[in-house]
């Protein structure tokens, strides 16, 4: 086995995408060696780190990470590829493999095997980016404690508010309904089979609640990242409703008024977020069951419908400079390594 180079994106400024040539050495002991297929731009946390919206002092949560939220740094975790060699002790992976990565955007990387999964048979090993955000997603839907037939508003049709809403809809949540400003992303809720799709405004409460048997969602998840939806959220749920909070805000503050919907309906604030499970599972689940059951649910998703833009690694400043400014005109913008 020998060195190979590779190339990276890294953010070395607020807004400003470069990207590094990197040399990558044989794995060592319980390592993997990747050559990307593609890899999933996270269009919360990582655009946070894009717009320079992160805490500089924050600590990164991933070996696989480099750098520092201060700059220069080299985000993303969502990689899927081929194993083109293990390392000593590595079990359970062998070369020619189709696994998920949580690595950032390059195009040959080693890789912790404890931070791989092994894609399903026969699923298309681009779609494999999805995992990570479906593990988002069914962390949400077990914080939010679904009961069939209760209804539920989602906030936010991004990939993890489509893929929340659709396991919702798999637990028994009926009506769904979607809340979210772009158009396009209302059509693809629809289509995807929430029951109403609706655009934020001052008379989103009353809509929801005529949607709702006049009393209300039971629950709603906020997953827009727009500190206003918070707010909006607490409107629309019934008495005793639950908001569950999937949104990080990053540095961007959050002004709501606590004085009258949220006091006097008791309505529950429930913070949701994939680095923890929900203490309700108790010793039955634990991050391995939880992958499990992601990688499960993988083939039965439409998971290619939610990819509106591919490109190549190089067109890197391009990507982000679409989320950044025409967010709402997209979904899942994925780099396609095959696209050079």
């Not at 081929?82 to 998920?100: K, N, P, Q, S």
């Not at 637990?171 to 629809?190: F, I, K, W, Y």
């Not at 998840?221 to 909006?232: D, M």
């Not at 499990?292 to 993988?298: D, M, T």
Request: proline share 7%.
């Amino acid at each position: 086995m020998t060195q190979m180079r590779a190339i990276a994106v890294w953010f070395t400024a607020e807004r400003t995408v470069e990207l590094r040539e990197e040399t990558v050495p044989p794995p060592g002991p319980g390592e993997l060696r990747v050559a990307a297929v593609a890899s999933a731009i996270s269009h919360g946390s990582e655009l946070l780190a894009y717009r320079g919206q992160i805490d500089a002092e924050l600590p990164l949560d991933l070996p696989t990470l480099g750098g520092g939220y201060g700059f220069p740094l080299k985000f993303g975790y969502a990689s899927a590829g081929r194993v083109l060699d293990v390392g000593a002790g590595v079990e359970g992976f062998t070369a020619g493999d189709h696994v998920f990565c949580l690595h950032p955007h390059q195009n040959v990387y080693l890789a912790p095997a404890g931070l791989a999964q092994r894609l399903p048979a026969g699923l298309e090993p681009a779609l494999g980016v999805f995992a990570a955000n479906l593990e988002t997603a069914l962390n949400i839907a077990h914080d939010a404690h679904p009961r069939l037939g209760e209804a539920a508003v989602v906030f936010g049709q991004g990939v993890v508010g489509l893929l929340a809403g659709r396991l919702l809809a798999l637990a028994g949540v009926a009506p769904l309904v979607v809340v979210d400003p772009g158009a396009r992303r209302r059509e693809l809720a629809l289509a995807l089979g929430a029951d109403a799709a609706l655009a934020p405004g001052s008379d989103l409460p009353a809509h929801v609640r005529a949607l709702c048997g006049g009393r209300g969602a039971d629950l709603a998840v906020e997953v827009s990242g727009a500190p206003a939806a918070l707010q909006a959220a607490i409107e629309c749920v019934a008495d005793e409703g639950t908001v569950v909070v999937a949104s990080w805000y990053g540095r961007k503050p959050v002004g709501l008024d606590l004085g009258g919907r949220f006091h006097r309906g008791r309505i529950r604030l429930r913070s949701s977020q994939v680095g923890r499970l929900p203490p309700e599972g108790g010793p039955r689940w634990d991050h391995g069951r939880r992958w499990e059951a992601a990688l499960r649910l993988l083939p039965r998703l439409p998971l290619a419908a939610l990819v509106s833009h591919r490109f190549g690694l190089r067109a890197a400043a391009e990507a982000y400079r679409l989320l950044d400014e025409r967010g709402d005109e997209t979904t899942q913008v994925v780099f396609d390594y095959a696209e050079g």
